[in-house]
Antibody
């Protein structure tokens, strides 16, 4: 059974940093592209960043470019999102999604982790 | 960036009704269009991929159609479990973008 378990969310002050993790199991992690998708309270879905199966190619939304970095450790079957210079508008539930990549679709999603940016 | 416009943003329907949700891309995206269902407090679930392919395990009352810029999600006979928010999403190019969502509520 495919499982994706996000962690690392919490309350952080504006300008602060946070690193999210997504632990994967039930499939061969190293062969799947992955993405982070977020949802602000009461709002729709917004793609944040994507990474290829090898980690050699990454893409990110303009809204987070230069502040957020997606990475992965295939030996640990774990996806990461390093978030720096956080803003109030980054407050959202962050989901990791398997296979969410250009030309494909998000087959499995984690349960999400809430990031709140507030003083 | 490719903009995805869904309509309506919400609708009220009864069990057994046929429901249609539309999604329009700001440019041609061939068939790179996916549909997700999301219930409150839960992660999105993939329903339809590549415009018209039903994901395994998804009830056959769900169907998708269209290509280029215009797409449709149809629920042939709405069931109690179908009350949720539905999102379209293009995977033609980055940034990967979603429609604004359609909330399906009980009439």
């Amino acid at each position: 059974e495919v499982q994706l378990l996000e962690s690392g969310g919490g309350l952080v002050q504006p300008g602060g940093s946070l690193r999210l993790s997504c632990a994967a199991s039930g499939f061969t992690f190293s062969t799947s592209a992955m993405s982070w998708v977020r949802q602000a309270p009461g709002k729709g879905l917004e793609w944040v960043a994507a990474i290829s199966s090898s980690g050699g190619t990454t893409y990110s939304a303009d809204s987070v470019k230069g502040r957020f970095t997606i990475s992965r450790d295939n030996s640990k079957s774990t996806l990461y999102l390093q978030m720096n210079s956080l803003r109030a508008e980054d407050t959202a539930v962050y989901y990791c999604a398997k296979d969410f990549w250009s030309g494909y679709y998000g087959t499995y999603w984690g349960q999400g982790t809430l990031v709140t940016v507030s003083s | 960036d490719i903009q995805m416009t869904q309509s309506p943003s919400s609708l009220s329907a009864s069990v057994g009704d046929r429901v249609t949700i539309t999604c329009r891309a700001s440019q041609s995206i061939s068939s790179y269009l996916n549909w997700y269902q999301q219930k409150p407090g839960k992660a999105p679930k993939l329903l339809i991929y590549a415009a018209s392919s039903l994901r395994s395990g998804v009830p056959s009352r769900f169907s998708g159609s269209g290509s280029g810029p215009d797409f449709t999600l149809t629920i042939s006979s709405l069931q109690p479990d179908d009350f949720a928010t539905y999102y379209c999403q293009q995977s033609y190019s980055t940034p990967l973008t979603f429609g604004g969502g359609t909330k399906v509520e009980i009439k």
